[in-house]
């Protein structure tokens, strides 16, 4: 009988430290998930801003191919109108 309320009295005067090593644990785990996020959270911003880059790379590229476009057929309008005039002549 007096070995059971020694384990007793053991089991509850270890019981807040474990309570207290557990909330401790706990803690650092709520620190490495956050560190882990913002890890996440710093390549996904990256993974974005090269996905940007490309884009506003690909929105440049569009112009210029559109800007050649319209000097081609300008050059093509310029040059019916001149043989249109030059078979008027």
Not at 5 to 30: D, G, K, Q, W, Y
């Amino acid at each position: 009988m007096l070995n059971i309320a020694s384990e007793n009295n053991h089991l509850i005067n270890t019981c807040p430290l474990f309570f207290s090593r557990a909330e401790e644990l706990e803690t650092e785990l709520m620190k490495m998930v956050k560190q882990d996020n913002q890890w996440q959270l710093s390549a996904r911003v990256e993974q974005l801003g090269q996905e940007l880059a490309e884009l506003k790379q690909a929105l440049a590229d569009k112009r210029v191919e559109y800007a050649w476009s319209k000097m081609q057929l300008l050059r093509k309008c310029v040059f019916m109108c001149f043989s249109q005039l030059h078979l008027q002549i």
